[in-house]
């Protein structure tokens, strides 16, 4: 699947789009090698360091982990609609700012446990760089962007942190 609305820019040798937000967002998962590709998927509650690590060391310069702030940006100041092209399905966010409409980014969806099916899937887990406490086991947890496809293709969003639901892809930005 090809982002053709977008302007190819680089960051560090990754593309990015801007979309008129506070921050500028990786057309690719991390580990991906185009935007409908899921990329690698981490374990939240134990690979955050991990997928942080990757992020700012193995892609370079000024790219991290999205805030769940920068997130709620994306959710609130973009349009956005359930996708599916030759069996690959998620959310694309397309800009509404002066200059950068029609600029988009594609969210695939990711799924939530077996990271050996390749889906299709109807749901998925973006990482953020949040941390949220959990008073049972007196830890820190990712929290973590999910998304599924509800009645007549509503999209529906929360943020949540669980160790029900593992696996989760890494989506960089940078400011």
């Not at 709620?72 to 030759?86: F, G, K, N, P, Q």
């Not at 200059?99 to 969806?109: D, H, M, T, W």
């Not at 160790?163 to 989506?171: F, G, I, S, T």
Request: hydrophobic share 30%; with cysteine; aromatic share 14%.
């Amino acid at each position: 699947m090809s982002d053709c609305k977008t302007t190819i820019n680089y960051e560090s040798g990754h593309e990015y789009v801007d979309l008129g937000l506070s921050v500028k967002w990786a057309t690719c998962n991390v580990g991906a090698e185009s935007p409908d590709g899921y990329g690698r998927r981490y374990i939240c509650c134990k690979d955050k360091k991990q997928a942080y690590d990757t992020v700012n060391f193995k892609w370079h310069g000024r790219w991290r982990m999205p805030s769940v702030e920068e997130f709620r940006e994306l959710i609130d100041s973009c349009t956005y609609e359930w996708e599916e092209h030759d069996g690959v399905r998620g959310i694309r966010f397309t800009s509404t700012k002066p200059g950068l409409e029609g600029k988009s980014i594609f969210l695939r969806a990711s799924g939530f446990f077996d990271i050996d099916d390749d889906g299709p899937y109807e749901y998925g887990m973006y990482l953020t760089a949040n941390l949220s406490s959990n008073e049972v086991s007196q830890s820190q947890q990712a929290q973590i962007l999910t998304f599924e496809k509800g009645i007549s293709s509503k999209v529906e969003f929360s943020f949540m942190s669980h160790d029900l639901y593992p696996w989760a892809c890494v989506r960089p930005v940078f400011s």
